[in-house]
């Protein structure tokens, strides 16, 4: 943190009050801070508090009223390593989201050409609207990175989702995001994800539970870390809008190879994640099957084992990740697949494991590498999960 330049915005939220902590905590660190307050956010905490702990003016109008001197909003969105707006408001979010540029942060944030971090804040029913998702999507889709609202006590009394993180969890995530931020740059990770859907006839189809989950976490944390990422995913209800992201959506194990063999070139990791059907209908009937005989009969035959073709095609300075998921005699059958594909290192995962799996929230992992170090990990959110595998690859690199 000692001599990162942090620029924080502050919108009028009650929260904007824990500033003055988030203030004192990275100066003690060793950051400089400058503040930008939208008009509002002096109605809950006053500038003064802000330029006194900051130890640089509190920004506020364009001009000085007293002087006519300028504040230039483009000399402050060059100034930091980092943007932060914290607490920003759904008022504030709805501006940002749509290119409005009425008060200083406002016009900063529109001329910043540094990372952008946002932690919202707002009451529960505010966090929970459509309006407010959409717009923290439409951040997302730019490169803002959000640090999501949690859950506790709120100013208007209710209980729920929208409570700033707390200042603490701020300066930690921006010492993790310091040390990330450029891991994966110019980096191209080839992820997997998802089932895959084996048509029977047009209306039909075999799958799986997969949810897709674990691979678009892994997505996400790659794009964190400055990665460039190509997700191809089966059929799921994930959704990840990044710059840095190419979403290519297959539906069966064929297409999902067709897309794998075309760019696996191009990557320098590859995850897969995806939950691939081993077989699929001999062929599949161009209309509907009628319901007549009382026993039909499908053939199935085996799909390309997609990332075996991978570990087959792999150069000395590809590192790919397979995933297992056993439901029995999980470390041993992970170990024969690290071999039999020629992969770098494999994520074994047990459905005997409570809490592990496909449509869970959360998952229970080993990761298993080539030199037979295993690494056990405790049941995480997936998000978490996502973190550890990244980090462990990042040992690779
Ligand atoms: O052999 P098994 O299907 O258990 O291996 C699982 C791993 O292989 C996962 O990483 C999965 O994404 C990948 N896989 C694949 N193509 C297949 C089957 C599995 O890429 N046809």
Not at 127 to 145: F, I
Not at 176 to 183: I, P, R, Y
Not at 207 to 228: P, Q, T, V
Not at 277 to 294: F, G, H, L
Request: proline residues 4%; neutral net charge; charged residues 20%.
């Amino acid at each position: 943190m000692k001599g990162k330049r942090i620029l924080i915005g502050i919108t009028g939220g009650i929260a904007a009050y824990k500033i003055a902590f988030l203030i004192r905590l990275l100066k003690k660190q060793g950051a400089e801070v400058k503040c930008i307050m939208t008009p509002a956010s002096s109605d809950f905490i006053p500038p003064l508090t802000i330029a006194t702990l900051s130890e640089n003016p509190a920004y506020v109008d364009f001009w000085n009223k007293q002087n006519g001197q300028w504040t230039n909003h483009v000399d402050l969105g060059l100034w930091p390593d980092v943007f932060i707006i914290a607490p920003l408001t759904a008022n504030t979010l709805a501006k940002l989201a749509n290119g409005y540029c009425d008060n200083l942060l406002t016009a900063t944030y529109l001329s910043a050409k540094c990372p952008v971090i946002v932690s919202p804040a707002m009451d529960l029913d505010m966090y929970a609207h459509e309006t407010t998702n959409n717009n923290l999507n439409k951040l997302a889709s730019y490169g803002v990175h959000i640090m999501p609202a949690e859950v506790g006590e709120l100013a208007s009394g209710l209980v729920g989702k929208g409570r700033m993180v707390e200042p603490e969890s701020i300066v930690k995530y921006l010492t993790d995001f310091f040390v990330t931020q450029k891991q994966f740059d110019a980096k191209t990770i080839l992820i997997t994800a998802g089932p895959t859907y084996e048509y029977i006839d047009p209306v039909r189809f075999i799958g799986n539970f997969s949810s897709g989950k674990m691979g678009y976490a892994i997505a996400d944390e790659f794009l964190k870390r400055g990665a460039k990422v190509i997700l191809i995913t089966g059929p799921t209800n994930q959704t990840l809008v990044h710059p840095n992201l190419e979403v290519v959506s297959v539906v069966t194990a064929e297409e999902m190879f067709e897309f794998v063999r075309s760019r696996w070139v191009e990557a320098n990791v590859g995850v897969f994640s995806a939950a691939v059907a081993d077989y699929r209908p001999e062929q599949m009937e161009t209309s509907k099957i009628k319901k007549k005989d009382d026993k039909i009969t499908i053939n199935l035959v085996k799909n390309p084992d997609i990332l075996a073709w991978a570990g087959k095609n792999k150069t000395k300075d590809q590192f790919l990740v397979g995933f297992a998921l056993e439901t029995n005699n999980a470390l041993e059958y992970g170990k024969n697949k690290l071999k039999l594909k020629n992969l770098n290192a494999i994520v074994i995962n047990s459905l005997a494991d409570p809490g592990a799996g496909f449509a869970a929230d959360t998952n229970k992992i080993s990761i298993l590498s080539e030199d037979e170090q295993l690494l056990d990990f405790d049941l995480k959110s997936k998000a978490d999960v996502a973190v550890d595998i990244v980090n462990f690859i990042n040992t690779k690199q």
